[in-house]
Each structure stands twice: as structure tokens, then as C-alpha cells.
């Protein structure tokens, strides 16, 4: 009988660890999936300064005699949509107006934000965004000649010599659009539009000023647009 009993005991001890190693297992495996699950979605993003430049301004002063600039472009991630944002430059520009040749020579710095559009899943890292710029510019701007325009036959077009008008600052707001791909791991090809609007400048009196480096061409209005075309890396940091 006590045989038997123990026989029973050793069984039943055997029954119940085999159980809760199968519960185990099976919590360790529910586990894991969703783990997986979520992670195949909601990948941890890579934070570190991304920096790179603008190739239109190389290619329009290799291309153009009467044009010459670059671009710094950099930005850096504070969550998964949102970036600190910005681009320092300088341009030089000869422009042939209706009545007057002039060039302009300066440079200047955006800041701001962007805001991812685009929801990344697997190992994407990819953006449409939004944003907004602070811009400021300083630069010089060198009258050439300008036209005066006489009334009656008998008075043609006069010719004056220009002057030269220093540290003109133009300040303005900006919206962007634009996109970045991860074409190898931190290694972005961009695009993106512009559009700005002058708030304030300190031009002369006597003179109103027609292009400002970070904006470029300004329109009776006060506004302008623009657009970049970027290659940059980033420096990863860490991941969260």
C-alpha cells in the first residue's frame, strides 16, 4: 500500500511541474510575439545631428557667370515627428533689372522646425514634412548703373553711375515642404520648397533692394521662394 502511495505521490509531482513548464513556456512565447509585433512597427529611432548640403547653389555657380553660393543645411531629432531645423549660406548675385544693374553679395542663417508626415514602420526612416523659419541675412549690395527716364523727344535715357549701399539686413518668415529618404543607413537625399515673406529691412532711403541672399528674388510684395536639393548624414547618438 505504502508502495503504491509513493508510486502516486512521484506521478502527480511529475504532472504538475510538467504543467508549469508549459505554462511557462507558453507566457515566454506570448511574450515574444508581441514583442515582436510591436517592434516590427514601432522600431526605435536613431537621434544624433544630421548635416549635409544643398547642390543647387554648386551647380548654378558652376553653371551661371553671374551667380555664386553654398549651403550648409543641418537639423536635429526631438521625438519621433519633430526636428530642430536650419540652413546657413551665402550667395553673390548680378541681377539686370528694368532701369538698373546691381549685385548683391551676403550671408545668412534660417532656423526653425520640421514636422514629420510620414509614419516610418519596419527599419524605415524616411520623412514628408512641414515647417516653419526664422530668416536673417546680411549683405551688400552694389548699384552698377542705373537709367533715368527723361520726358520729351529731345531728352533720351540718361546713364548714372551707381554706389555701393553696405550691411543691408533683411530679416523674414518662411514655410517649408519637403522630403527626406534614407538611401544607406544615415545617409539622406532631401528636397524642399520654400516660401518666404519679408518682415522688416533697413534698406537706404534712396534705394530699394530686389534680391536678398536666403531669399533671392523679391517681389514687389515682399515675398519669395526658393528651393534645395540635399545630400546629408547623420551622426547617430543613441536610440529611443
Not at 6 to 26: N, P, R
Not at 51 to 64: E, R, T, Y
Request: proline share 3%; aromatic share 14%.
Amino acid at each position: 500500500m505504502l508502495k503504491y502511495f509513493i508510486s502516486c505521490s512521484i506521478l502527480l509531482c511529475s504532472l504538475v511541474s510538467i504543467a508549469q513548464s508549459k505554462k511557462i513556456d507558453t507566457i515566454n512565447t506570448i511574450k515574444t510575439i508581441k514583442r515582436d509585433s510591436v517592434g516590427a512597427f514601432y522600431n526605435p529611432k536613431t537621434y544624433g545631428l544630421r548635416i549635409g548640403v544643398d547642390l543647387v547653389k554648386p551647380a548654378l555657380s558652376f553653371s551661371q557667370n553671374d551667380f555664386s553660393g553654398g549651403e550648409i543645411v543641418a537639423d536635429y531629432r526631438i521625438n519621433t515627428r519633430l526636428f530642430v531645423a536650419g540652413e546657413m549660406g551665402y550667395t553673390k548675385r548680378t541681377l539686370q533689372e528694368d532701369y538698373f544693374n546691381h549685385t548683391a553679395n551676403g550671408s545668412y542663417l534660417k532656423l526653425g522646425v520640421n514636422y514629420n508626415l510620414y509614419t516610418n514602420w519596419l527599419d524605415m526612416d524616411n520623412e514628408t514634412f512641414l515647417g516653419a523659419r526664422y530668416g536673417t541675412s546680411i549683405y551688400n549690395d552694389n548699384l552698377s548703373s542705373y537709367t533715368i527716364a527723361q520726358n520729351g523727344e529731345y531728352f533720351p535715357p540718361k546713364t548714372v553711375e551707381g554706389q555701393k549701399y553696405n550691411n543691408i539686413n533683411t530679416h523674414w518668415f518662411e514655410f517649408v515642404a519637403g522630403i527626406k529618404v534614407e538611401t544607406f543607413k544615415n545617409l539622406f537625399l532631401g528636397f524642399m520648397v520654400s516660401f518666404s515673406k519679408v518682415i522688416s529691412t533697413n534698406d537706404p532711403d534712396n534705394y530699394k533692394s530686389t534680391y536678398s541672399p536666403g531669399i533671392g528674388k523679391i517681389t514687389k510684395n515682399g515675398s519669395g521662394a526658393n528651393i534645395n536639393y540635399t545630400i546629408s548624414y547623420r551622426i547617430p547618438l543613441y536610440k529611443k
